[in-house]
């Protein structure tokens, strides 16, 4: 039953434009061509990146964070049973009445109540260290393919001519350098998908797992139809925008906000120009348009162009992220990224404004330990102004 399907998985028909056999893409005259099996080299390399990562965070990002001032610890809570118990069992986030009757249970005041529920919120959380880091590993991925795209395509013809991606297509020669780029990036997009699990969670994350599978889906459909030319040219197109993005959100998370906007602005620009420009007009015309005066429509033509039609409705759903950001920025001289949880944004800053009043105070000492506020003027229970 497995060579039944395996035989008519590969069938021509399906992935090459009528009257071309498998046959002739075979090796001949020091001239090699895209093979299935190539792709199986993309699992190791998946995994050593994700050894590389490990290192690069640890030896590079960690020392780049705390050289900004980032904090890698996380504020722990003073242990309190009947608070650990409520948030367990009961709801992360205590309504008025519950934050008014745990304060008589525990002989504490509600803001203190609060702010122990607003910290264990915080503790499950990740930390900006976490966040620098990956975004850290992102960044310098993507400055190295990027460059490595720029060396690879600047001197080739179907860069500067778009008639020449489908110029004797599919009897198209391999180059060594379409090899390691198509290589390097779907491993890349292997370990990204990897380690969603332990990565820092957004709102997006089921559209991050649709665009890792899509990447890797359409890259790996791309290698086999030999689509190789097409297929430099829309990874370029998408690895050019994240540098900036990547670089962004580092000097975010250090709170250098203005290099962040500036840099937030220039991603934009180029986000939107990149891929809701040229990728459907420059791109999706090579694609669908210039390849019916080579050839007839067939199978894997269409396919392609779906792909790639998913893979624009994903930049319109981030370009709607962008836009949105663009308006905070504009309008509230603020960037924050729109994919968290804008609840816990708002409690770490309330968190950070309470540190400094207190600091510059001295008004409230933490009185978790034995149950009673250290400062007797606390508003008592029940008297809060809400």
């Known amino acids: 039953m497995f060579q039944t399907f395996k035989e008519w998985f590969w069938l021509e028909r399906f992935w090459l434009p009528p009257k071309v ?47 900004f001032g980032i904090k890698e610890e996380i504020q722990k809570v003073i242990p309190n049973t009947i608070l650990e118990n409520f948030f367990k069992h009961s709801t992360r986030h205590p309504s008025h009445t519950d934050i008014y009757g745990l304060a008589k249970k525990c002989n504490l005041t509600e803001r203190q109540v609060e702010r122990w529920f607003r910290t264990r919120r915080n503790q499950d959380r990740p930390c900006r260290m976490k966040k620098f880091q990956e975004a850290c590993w992102r960044f310098a991925f993507y400055l190295m393919i990027t460059i490595a795209g720029v060396a690879f395509l600047y001197d080739k013809p179907w860069v500067y001519n778009l008639w020449e991606v489908w110029n004797g297509y599919p009897r198209q020669a391999l180059l060594p350098s379409q090899y390691w780029y198509y290589i390097l990036e779907m491993s890349f997009y292997w370990s990204l998908l990897f380690s969603l699990g332990s990565d820092v969670k957004r709102k997006d994350f089921l559209a991050h797992v649709i665009h890792h599978l899509a ?42 906000k203005q290099t962040c906007n500036t840099l937030f602005f220039i991603f934009s620009a180029i986000f939107l120009i990149s891929r809701l420009i040229i990728f459907p007009f ?75 009043e207190e600091a510059s105070t001295g008004k409230e000492k933490d009185g978790l330990k034995n149950g009673l506020g250290a400062d007797r003027r606390l508003i008592p229970n029940g008297q809060h102004g809400r």
């Open 282 to 356: 420059w791109i999706l015309h090579c694609t669908m348009v210039v390849p019916m005066i080579y050839l007839e429509p067939f199978f894997s033509y269409i396919f392609l162009n779906l792909q790639l039609m998913v893979l624009q409705i994903l930049h319109l759903y981030w370009g709607y992220f962008i836009l949105k950001m663009l308006k905070r920025c504009i309008f509230l001289k603020n960037i924050q990224d729109v994919r968290s949880d804008d609840e816990d944004e708002y409690e770490e800053e309330e968190d950070e404004e309470e540190e400094k």
């Open 215 to 256: 990447a890797i889906s359409l890259m790996s459909f791309s290698w086999c139809a030999n689509y190789i030319r097409s297929g430099t040219l829309v990874m370029i197109v998408h690895d050019v925008a994240d540098i900036w993005l990547e670089s962004a959100k580092m000097f975010s998370y250090a709170g250098w």
């Open 21 to 67: 056999k498998w046959s002739d893409l075979e090796d001949h005259d020091g001239l090699v061509f895209v093979k299935p099996s190539h792709l199986y080299m993309t699992i190791p390399c998946a995994f050593g990146l994700l050894i590389i990562r490990h290192l690069f965070e640890k030896f590079v990002a960690t020392p780049l964070a705390k050289a």
